[in-house]
């Protein structure tokens, strides 16, 4: 089993910045793609970005919705077994409750159904 609590949630302005946090517990995380979700009131949950485990010599891949690409920047500390998401330029759009996820696979899947794991969810308002 995994566990997965966010953090860094909030409301903020437009064009300003969150930092979210993800700590994972309960397995190995450096083999895990970790990834960010997103649901806003009355939509369906949507990729916003993920991370592959570093198990190549080129390190860990990452992708991004093309809605938030340039923007956001997802990394991950495997010593701390946290992922982050740098959300700088906030719109209006981009809020929502931001789920982190973790994969038993090691690569970075942007298809909802492939994800095994779930945190609880952080609410991200950002306001015009």
């Known amino acids: 089993q995994v566990q997965l609590v966010e953090s860094g949630g909030g409301s903020v302005q437009g064009g300003g910045s969150l930092r979210l946090s993800c700590a994972a517990s309960?397995?190995?995380?450096?083999?895990?793609?970790m990834g960010w979700f997103r649901q806003a009131p009355g939509k369906e949950r949507e990729f916003v970005a993920a991370?592959?485990?570093?198990?190549?010599?080129?390190?860990?891949?990452?992708g991004y919705a093309d809605a938030v690409k340039g923007r956001f920047t997802i990394s991950r500390d495997n010593a701390k077994n946290t992922v982050y998401l740098q959300m700088n330029t906030l719109k209006p759009e981009d809020t929502a409750v931001y789920y982190c996820?973790?994969?038993?696979?090691?690569?970075?899947?942007?298809?909802?159904?492939?994800?095994?794991?779930w945190g609880q969810g952080t609410q991200v308002t950002v306001s015009s």
């Open positions: 996820t973790a994969r038993k696979g090691s690569m970075a899947i942007t298809t909802l159904g492939t994800w095994d794991y």
């Open positions: 309960g397995r190995t995380f450096s083999s895990s793609a």
């Open positions: 991370i592959s485990a570093p198990i190549t010599w080129s390190g860990a891949s990452a």
